[in-house]
């Protein structure tokens, strides 16, 4: 689609069309991708809770520790599935370019 023809548009059309265009991903490779995001931002949030003691009130031990792992997992879902950093846009592309390239 040309920038001309997207400034005609209407947005209802507009999102109509990239609607299509996004349902015709294949949608294991997305998925993988998407997958491999999670993992990435999971693993860069946990770093970002690892200088934070708990409050010995209300947290702490061994419990807190394993359910601060599940929260750090579910953030890095979320956030990929809420668009993400970028990186399962790239990585679906070369899992696509791999596919085109079988020897």
């Known amino acids: 689609m040309t920038i001309a023809a997207a400034a ?7 999102h109509l069309q990239l609607q299509s265009q996004s349902s015709r991903k294949d ?8 997958e491999f995001e999670s993992q990435f931002i999971s693993t860069m ?14 947290g702490g031990g061994p419990g ?3 359910f601060r792992s599940m929260l ?3 953030y890095g879902k979320e956030m990929s599935k809420a ?4 990186i399962a846009d790239k990585i679906y592309g070369e899992i696509l370019k791999l596919q085109e390239h079988k020897p």
């Open 45 to 58: 949030t946990q770093t970002m809770f690892e200088g934070i003691k708990t409050d010995s009130f209300f």
């Open 64 to 66: 807190e520790d394993m």
């Open 72 to 74: 750090v997992d579910q």
């Open 83 to 86: 668009g993400g950093i970028g």
């Open 27 to 34: 949608a294991r490779a997305w998925s993988t991708a998407q």
């Open 8 to 14: 005609a548009a209407t947005p209802s059309a507009l």
